[in-house]
């Protein structure tokens, strides 16, 4: 009896809150219209993808990436495609002032914010295995460190709204076509995939993956993980977690 109420009975709960989570709401394009988004590394790849979705569903738009004349070129898109505004802001995710400073630009431009799509990467040359550790300082900053900041930044305009952020990581396109020999798979169409993460978004879905496999999902997921979080998070006393 003690084994179930302590194992069992949990994990009967998370299935069950996990079921009802994934499978409650419809996903439909009026969530997104007149919502205020910004998206990271959208002069090209999966951002640009997304940016495009975004407009369709007439969302408001803010870009961001180094390339002053892709951003450009998105914007307008944008703008015939149907977004409620479209915006871009160009500059380097390795100056984490530029970051935090993106962040309020938008929100002023866009008067607030409801979504944050963290999607921007910079490519990481394997030179760390010849003792070039300098570059994985450099890609923490850019690929991580810069998300943090992101965050922390959009974290008082989110609450307003009760807003989402969004992190994609991903092999699309580009990834595939850089390594290509080295990484043998089959490149994911970008609008498709894109469109999904949009969906996983609106809903508010934990995790989205992409593939025509299901052991993706299956593997993943985990749901070892999940219990094993679930297990552990009850032995947390959170109030004074935060309070300290
Ligand atoms: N490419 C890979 O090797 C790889 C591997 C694993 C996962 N992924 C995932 O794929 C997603 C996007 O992939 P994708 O195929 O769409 O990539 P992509 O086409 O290379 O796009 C990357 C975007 O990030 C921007 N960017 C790069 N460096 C930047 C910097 N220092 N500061 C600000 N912006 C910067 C790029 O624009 P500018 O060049 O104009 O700045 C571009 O818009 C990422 O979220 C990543 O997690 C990619
Ligand atoms: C970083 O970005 C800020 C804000 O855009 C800018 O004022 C500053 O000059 C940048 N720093 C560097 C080293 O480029
Ligand atoms: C790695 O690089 C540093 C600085 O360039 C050097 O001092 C060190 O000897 C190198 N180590 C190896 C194992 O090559
Ligand atoms: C904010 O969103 C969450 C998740 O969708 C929802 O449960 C909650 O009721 C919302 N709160 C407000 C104030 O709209």
Redesign the pocket.
Known sequence: MAFMTKYLLPILVVSLAYYYYSANEEFRPEMLQGKKVIV????????REMAYHLAKMGAHVAVT???EE?LQKVVSRCLELGAASAHYIAG???NLTFAEQFVTKAGELMGGLDMLIL?????TPLGFFHNNTHIVRKTME?NFLSYVVLSVAALPMLKQSNGSIVV????????MR??SGVFIAEAAP?EDCALEIIKGAALRKEEVYYDKSIWTSLLLGNPGRRIMEFLALRKYNFDKFINN
């Open positions: 990271t590394g959208a002069s090209k790849g999966i951002g990436a180094r390339s892709g380097t995710m390795e999607n921007h990467i910079t490519n850019v994609i990581s991903s092999l699309a396109e580009t990834a850089a390594t970008k």
